[in-house]
Every structure is written in structure tokens, then in C-alpha cells.
T-cell receptor, first 113, second 112 residues
Framework: NAGVTQTPKFQVLKTGQSMTLQCAQD?????MSWYRQDPGMGLRLIHY???????DQGEVPNGYNVSRSTTEDFPLRLLSAAPSQTSVYFC????????????FGPGTRLTVL | RKEVEQDPGPFNVPEGATVAFNCTYS??????FFWYRQDCRKEPKLLMS???SGNEDGRFTAQLNRASQYISLLIRDSKLSDSATYLC?????????????FGSGTQLTVLP
């Protein structure tokens, strides 16, 4: 199993550009989520999904969209990048009904100029 | 006030030392508690869950005090490989969501 994979590992954008961060898992996990991590802030939940076709907002959803058309994939779209979105983005998955162990991908480091 | 607060450190300790980290949470409806470990520029990984009766995993001991809304992690006989950031994590259930709230982490460096 590859676990949780994320692409790209690094990305530099200009203000106003859009892009999609990819996340995939091969563990048949129902629950997937996106976090951003900023210095001194801890991980903050952006969006999450409890299963294919179901998504919901987390703590900091503004400026981001998600969709969940399959169990495996959970892409995060930045609609119009802003410097405030410079961060490290982590995708995570977990098995519904589990003890909440979250399996994280390796992260995407995004810089918005 | 942050929902989960941790002393950011850094804690610099010699190899073999015992070190303790503390964490407080503000929501009394919190149901589950965890410690995650994050190595530099890597993803967080679950270190251990924290149970009401306290639990131990080798050199690591976790304690929960619900009355004081306080969680602790004790590391005995520190190793160089324990150097990392330790994240305190709390779960509050709301409907179908199982949202985790992360503390900002405590940085530990174990010195030779």
C-alpha cells in the first residue's frame, strides 16, 4: 500500500492563479480531510469528507473547494491564490468507526507570491 | 483562547533524561485525546491515544485529567531519535463529523 499520496510536493504560484492539490489513498478509508499548517498555529481543518459524494467545511474553508467523486481521491482546489494561502497542506484519511487514527500524506509546500 | 494549548518549547534535554509535556483543552465536550509526533518537514504520525486511566507504551506515558482538562506526555530515557515536535490532539464529535483539533506543538531536541 502506498498509503496517502499528495502531489505536487512543492508549488509556487502567483497571486490570482488557480491550482489543484491532489490527494489519493489506497486504504479504502471513508473519511478524508485537508489541513493547512502554519507556524505557531497548529494544523487547521479546511474541508473534510465522510464518504464519496459528501463534503463539508472545516475551520478555514474560504478560498478553497473540494470534491469527492471516488473513495480514493480528494482534490483541493485553490480558486484564486492569495499570499495568505502560503502554507504547508496535508491531506489525511481515516477509517470510519476507527479510533480516529489519521494517516497523513507527506504534504505540499505552497508559496503564493 | 486557543482550543488546545501547548507550551511551544523548545525543550532541549540530554540523552537519557525524562521530559514531560503538558496540554490543556478548552472544550469540556472533548471525547478523545491523542499525541502525534511530527518530524521536521514531515507529516504528523500518531504516537499514542490517551485513555482516562492513563496508558503507557514503552518509554512513553500519557495521562488525562478530565476535571482539569489537561493531558500530559512523559518520555523516559530520552533518545536522540525522540527529537521531534509533539502535537496534542483532541476530538469533538458533531453529527457525522469527527473533527480533530490540533495544538501547535511542543518542540523537543534530545542532545548527545
Amino acid at each position: 500500500n502506498a498509503g496517502v499520496t499528495q502531489t505536487p510536493k512543492f508549488q509556487v504560484l502567483k497571486t490570482g492563479q488557480s491550482m489543484t492539490l491532489q490527494c489519493a489513498q489506497d486504504m479504502n478509508h471513508e473519511y478524508m480531510s485537508w489541513y493547512r499548517q502554519d507556524p505557531g498555529m497548529g494544523l487547521r481543518l479546511i474541508h473534510y469528507s465522510v464518504g464519496a459524494g459528501i463534503t463539508d467545511q472545516g475551520e478555514v474553508p474560504n478560498g478553497y473547494n473540494v470534491s469527492r467523486s471516488t473513495t480514493e481521491d480528494f482534490p483541493l482546489r485553490l480558486l484564486s491564490a492569495a499570499p495568505s494561502q502560503t502554507s504547508v497542506y496535508f491531506c489525511a484519511s481515516s477509517l470510519a468507526g476507527s479510533t480516529d487514527t489519521q494517516y497523513f500524506g507527506p504534504g505540499t509546500r505552497l508559496t503564493v507570491l | 483562547r486557543k482550543e488546545v494549548e501547548q507550551d511551544p518549547g523548545p525543550f532541549n534535554v540530554p540523552e537519557g533524561a525524562t521530559v514531560a509535556f503538558n496540554c490543556t483543552y478548552s472544550n469540556s465536550a472533548s471525547q478523545s485525546f491523542f499525541w502525534y509526533r511530527q518530524d521536521c518537514r514531515k507529516e504528523p504520525k500518531l504516537l499514542m491515544s490517551v485513555y482516562s486511566s492513563g496508558n503507557e507504551d514503552g518509554r512513553f506515558t500519557a495521562q488525562l485529567n478530565r476535571a482539569s482538562q489537561y493531558i500530559s506526555l512523559l518520555i523516559r530515557d530520552s533518545k536522540l531519535s525522540d527529537s521531534a515536535t509533539y502535537l496534542c490532539v483532541v476530538r469533538i464529535s458533531s453529527g457525522s463529523a469527527r473533527q480533530l483539533t490540533f495544538g501547535s506543538g511542543t518542540q523537543l531536541t534530545v542532545l548527545p
